[in-house]
């Protein structure tokens, strides 16, 4: 790997630091629900797709069955389906490295990579690895450590983490809205996700908004 | 077995399968510019897409709270080139802030 880029990687460590903080939320959650500790971090460390990893918990925790559970965190997950696909033709991983890329393949990796796109295809690796590894080392850690009984800061609203993660989404999407046109997707996309989260099942209004890329994208003429 | 346990190997499995495809699915089929030009929107349309769902809503309900305000802060902060961090951190004190009083 050649030298890393010092912007890139400074933007990868506080991707995984706020997100990999927000485990510990997580943690918490898992216990809340009635999962013990290692079923809890066997999610973070396994399944490790926060959103996904939640709806387990949260499905589970309120009553629902199995295959309710593993069939949500199959919707959220989708997309990092469609992250891979994005991801494949930059990273060129074969044999272990594609096991660990699809491990790491996430809505963060996938968007500091994409964020160094002016970088360069190098910077976009960089951020890739950075950042899943990153991400993965701190939300396990944050992970076992909510799940210990650090209830104290299980609340993620009274650190302001509730606001921080979509905030950290937000930077990641932004340096992408270079034209009208990316401009315009990720306002119907947010519009159309937020009016349809209360009639689809979770998971189902963020996954709903890939037709509107495929509108936007089959229209555009460059 | 419990259900528990199903539920958290059958995720586990579930989304290892759906990443690791992405992986398998032929770079021919991405070579088409219209393709590679939706590839590009997706993740534009789910990252915003989650930002909404993650600043207004709550278990499928429409909730304006503390989230709203620190997302906007954030906001304001890339409009004026704030560094990363700093629209990170400047989000999570508004709502931390919001949420204590």
Redesign the interface.
């Known amino acids: 790997m050649s030298r890393v880029n010092r912007t890139t990687a400074?933007?990868s460590l506080?991707?995984s630091f706020?997100v990999g903080l927000y485990g510990t939320a997580f943690g918490a959650a898992g216990i809340a629900a009635?999962?013990?500790v290692l079923?809890t971090c066997?999610?973070s460390l396994?399944?490790?797709?926060g959103?996904?990893?939640f709806a387990?918990v949260?499905v589970?925790g309120a009553g629902g069955?199995?295959i309710a559970?593993?069939a949500t965190?199959?919707l959220l997950?989708?997309?990092?389906?469609?992250?891979?696909?994005?991801?494949?033709?930059l990273l060129h991983?074969s044999g272990f490295r594609?096991?660990i890329?699809?491990?790491v393949?996430i809505?963060e990796s996938?968007?500091v990579a994409?964020s160094q796109e002016k970088l360069g295809t190098a910077a976009m690796k960089q951020g890739f690895w950075l950042t899943g590894v990153g991400v993965y080392i701190f939300w396990n850690i944050f992970t076992l450590s909510g799940a210990l009984g650090a209830q104290a800061m299980g609340n993620p609203?009274?650190?302001?983490?509730?606001?921080?993660?979509?905030?950290?989404?937000?930077?990641?999407?932004?340096p992408?809205?270079t034209n009208k046109l990316?401009r315009a997707?990720?306002?119907c996309?947010?519009?159309?996700?937020?009016l349809l989260?209360?009639v689809l099942?979770?998971g189902l209004?963020?996954?709903s908004?890939?037709v509107?890329?495929?509108i936007?994208?089959?229209k555009?003429r460059t | 077995m419990n259900a528990l346990w199903i539920g958290v190997i059958g995720s586990s499995i579930a989304l290892f399968t759906l990443r690791y495809s992405g992986y398998l699915i032929p770079e021919k089929y991405l070579t088409n510019p219209r393709m590679l030009r939706i590839n590009t929107l997706i993740p534009v349309a789910l990252l915003t897409a989650l930002v909404g769902v993650q600043t207004v809503t709550e278990k499928g309900s429409w909730i304006i709270d503390q989230r709203l305000a620190g997302v906007a802060v954030a906001l304001i902060a890339l409009m004026l080139k704030a560094p990363y961090f700093v629209v990170v951190i400047s989000a999570a004190l508004t709502s931390a802030l919001l949420y204590r009083f």
């Open positions: 400074s933007q506080s991707v706020t009635g999962f013990s079923q066997l999610l396994l399944a490790f797709s959103a996904s990893q387990v949260g589970m069955s199995a559970g593993i965190a199959s997950g989708v997309r990092n389906m469609l992250y891979a696909l994005r991801m494949a033709p991983a594609k096991v890329a699809a491990q393949t809505d996938t968007g994409l609203s009274a650190w302001g983490l509730d606001a921080a993660v979509p905030a950290a989404f937000l930077g990641l999407v932004w992408r809205l990316e997707l990720a306002v996309a947010l519009v159309l996700a937020v989260s209360p099942s979770a209004p963020i996954i908004t890939v509107l890329a495929v936007f994208g089959w555009l």
